[in-house]
């Protein structure tokens, strides 16, 4: 056995398991009797050792190697850099041709017609979401970091500890965080999923191929009353088209919205012109004698007429060759630990991939969110890289902006912090804003807010990680969103 596997064999079994409530059994590098600073720097060094000696792939050693170019990779990048632990040794392996950008621009600014200053490259890519610095490919170079683009990996051996790409490129990694986001969820190529004309988002090129559809469009069907749909359609009405949302659901946004608000929110896109179709199943896409979607067929018969389909119906997470690293059937994703450890010594899996502890409320859970995303990525670099062991704490967090364009009636934007469980309390006509508490066994568990001001919004994360006991006759009885804010936040204080 060469002594850099005798050295990973003998690191392994110094290692222990960390077993979570689930019956994961995860190993634990960062724990065990070694002395956790220099266990870390131990494995750093055997990294390097190994690096060096496995003559057989010097061409193709890589110490870190992160799969995937969205936001995670992005912000672990970034992270790296932070700790000088980029240069000549981080590797990114994407499908994308681009550097990591900020996902939610995509249908939340992309799409605005030429007219309305529609969001573009280099502008938004990452980390300028949070305040960071731009990381253009330039920055990447810049920083000696090695992207492979247009070349994902289609394959990967465990025990070698490689990665093969479509191109054949054989890649041999230290350390691996899986970062492969999520996938489209698509309708069958028996019912029209494939048609042209029929539209789904994930990437630049999805959104460069409807902005070119939006361009010609007459009629516009968007299936799906979730963000993609909400925000999409808001987009569309910017083109001035004829644009219809269909979705099974009694309301939008039902994992989130509640009825009443709901209808705000439905009567504010009808008033944008806007038509809905809810409760609606869909049978079929049809089309005309050129292959080109016309129509979008209902269960009950009836027929909507469209040259441009959206389908907005939800997404997968983009486990492609990693299936062996661990699954999580019940949430789907990859299982890690609360470091973002996988099952498998020495890799890793961050973002809408991962299936994660949820400490604050002590189950497991996927987020499919750029939050998420960026603090999910910084948290396993940080962990990889220093002694830290502490464990991810992540509060839920969604948001939504839509109709921000030049000339709109309303530029709206909401914040949702915490859980929504247990009774909603609604405050706020909408018009100049709305929020809607959930309290559950006297305690505020989450709250949303609309048109807020920055220090309201500043005010939602920490109601929500506090979870403070709150009088709800007393909320449910003010007179403003303003008043009803004052009453949590003294709540809030009154525990402290």
């Not at 809607?436 to 006297?442: A, H, I, L, M």
Request: aromatic fraction near 10%.
């Amino acid at each position: 056995m060469p002594s850099a596997r005798r050295f990973m064999a003998a690191a392994a079994s110094a290692s222990n398991s960390l077993i979570l409530k689930h019956g994961i059994s995860l190993r634990s590098p960062q724990s065990g009797s070694l002395n956790r600073t220099h266990h870390h720097s131990t494995l750093i060094s055997f990294r390097r050792s190994y690096v060096a000696a496995s003559s057989s792939f010097a061409n193709e050693n890589r110490e870190f190697v992160i799969v995937g170019g969205g936001n995670a990779a992005g912000y672990a990048a970034r992270t790296f850099v932070e700790h000088d632990m980029a240069d000549g040794k981080l590797c990114i392996v994407t499908k994308e041709p681009h550097a990591p950008y900020e996902r939610p621009a995509l249908t939340k600014a992309y799409l605005f017609p030429p007219e309305k200053k529609p969001a573009r490259l280099p502008g938004f890519h990452t980390c300028v979401g949070s305040g960071g610095e731009r990381q253009t490919p330039e920055w990447y170079k810049e920083k000696g970091i090695e992207m492979l683009y247009e070349d994902p990996v289609t394959d990967i051996d465990i025990a070698k500890q490689t990665l093969t790409t479509n191109t054949g490129k054989l890649l041999k990694y230290g350390s691996l965080i899986i970062a492969t986001g999520c996938t489209s969820s698509r309708f069958p190529e028996k019912i029209g999923g494939n048609l042209p004309g029929v539209h789904y988002i994930r990437d630049v090129g999805d959104a460069d191929s409807l902005i070119s559809s939006l361009g010609k469009a007459r009629k516009v069907v968007i299936v799906g009353g979730g963000y993609i749909g909400m925000e999409v359609a808001a987009a569309a009405v910017a083109w001035k088209l004829d644009t219809t949302i269909i979705f099974p659901e009694e309301y939008l946004l039902q994992r989130l919205f509640t009825p009443s608000l709901a209808q705000k929110y439905e009567e504010l896109y009808k008033a944008n012109g806007v038509k809905f179709s809810k409760g609606a199943s869909i049978k079929n896409l049809e089309s005309g004698p050129d292959g080109h979607v016309t129509a979008v067929k209902l269960a009950d018969g009836s027929t909507v007429e469209a040259d441009t389909v959206i389908i907005g119906i939800g997404a997968k997470p983009a486990i492609g060759p990693f299936e062996g690293v661990g699954l999580n059937t019940t949430i789907g994703g990859i299982q890690v630990d609360n470091l973002f450890r996988t099952r498998v010594p020495g890799i890793f899996a961050v973002g809408d991939v991962a299936a994660f502890p949820l400490k604050i409320y002590d189950r497991m859970a996927r987020f499919e969110h750029v939050d998420h995303a960026r603090k999910s990525a910084q948290h396993c670099v940080k962990a990889l890289l220093s002694a830290q062991t502490q464990a991810y704490d992540y509060l839920p967090y969604f948001y939504s902006r839509v109709f921000e364009y030049e000339g709109s009636a309303r530029k709206v934007w909401w914040q949702f912090y915490g859980d929504n469980v247990g009774e909603a309390i609604e405050i706020g006509n909408f018009d100049p804003k709305i929020a809607t508490f959930w309290v559950d066994s006297g305690k505020l568990k989450g709250v949303l807010l609309e048109s807020g001001s920055p220090e309201e919004f500043q005010l939602l994360p920490k109601l929500a990680r506090e979870q403070p006991v709150v009088d709800k006759e007393k909320l449910q009885n003010a007179s403003s969103v303003e008043e009803a804010l004052k009453i949590a936040q003294a709540s809030l204080l009154s525990q402290v």
